[in-house]
């Protein structure tokens, strides 16, 4: 158990429709990594966040937010949700303000558009 | 551009054999180098990195990786196999100017008895 808790497990939905994913990172980890796991692209960085700012953006659509709280725990907004949007969704997360240390991942969101 | 390749899709050894899952990297600056393994239905675990020093890590369950810069690989590696080391293994690059994670696109390991 790495300490970092995602829910829901797993969500079924239509195209078009709107999802908030949720992930509470470690006990005193400051940041929050997202990341999307499909059969064709792989593992992609979606985005980072910091202490609430966000740091680093890597593949993410422009349908697809993000945002971490005060009390650090983190959302990922999805919307006019397509056929493609279809896998899993890690976050992950460390101490540091820099991807320098260890990430510890979470179990994962699975997200199915039908 | 950083990138990570994984130029295997699947690796298959036979238990007690050696083990060698490769990755080469892309990056501008000095790496930063990853090994995770992910087990069906779970979220990635962390093996061991390189930051700098030897250029031989060692890790977590017997695993070590071999930095080797002029080839700009950095191969995962076991003397010898178990089953219960079947499992998927990404290797990720952290560029030091761009704080960004970039992973490869993940090998497969079948360890067969």
């Known amino acids: 158990d790495s300490g970092v808790t995602q829910t829901p497990k797993h969500l079924i939905t239509a195209t078009g429709q709107r999802v908030t994913l949720r992930c509470s990172p470690r006990?005193?980890?400051?940041?929050v990594y997202w990341y999307q796991q499909s059969l064709d692209q792989g593992l992609q960085f979606l985005i980072h966040?910091?202490?609430?700012?966000?740091?680093a953006k890597g593949n993410i659509l422009e349908r697809f937010s993000a945002q971490q709280f005060p009390d650090l725990h983190s959302e990922l907004n999805l919307s006019s949700l397509e056929l493609g949007d279809s896998a899993l969704y890690f976050c992950?997360?460390?101490?540091?303000?820099?991807?320098?240390?260890?990430?510890?991942f979470g179990p994962g969101t699975r997200l199915l558009v039908l | 551009a950083q990138s990570v390749a994984q130029p295997e899709d699947q690796v298959n050894v036979a238990e007690g054999n050696p083990l060698t899952v490769k990755c080469t990297y892309s990056v501008s600056g000095n790496p930063y180098l990853f090994w995770y393994v992910q087990y069906p239905n779970r979220g990635l675990q962390f093996l061991l990195k390189y930051i700098t020093g030897d250029n031989l890590v060692k890790g977590s369950y017997g695993f070590e990786a071999e930095f080797n810069k002029s080839q700009t690989s950095f191969h995962l590696k076991k003397p010898s196999a178990l089953v219960s080391d079947s499992a998927l293994y990404f290797c990720a690059v952290r560029d030091e100017d761009f704080n960004k994670f970039y992973f490869g696109s993940g090998t497969k390991l079948n360890v067969k008895p």
């Open positions: 992950a997360s460390s101490p540091h303000p820099v991807p320098q240390e260890t990430q510890y």
């Open positions: 006990s005193g980890d400051l940041s």
């Open positions: 966040y910091y202490n609430g700012e966000e740091r």
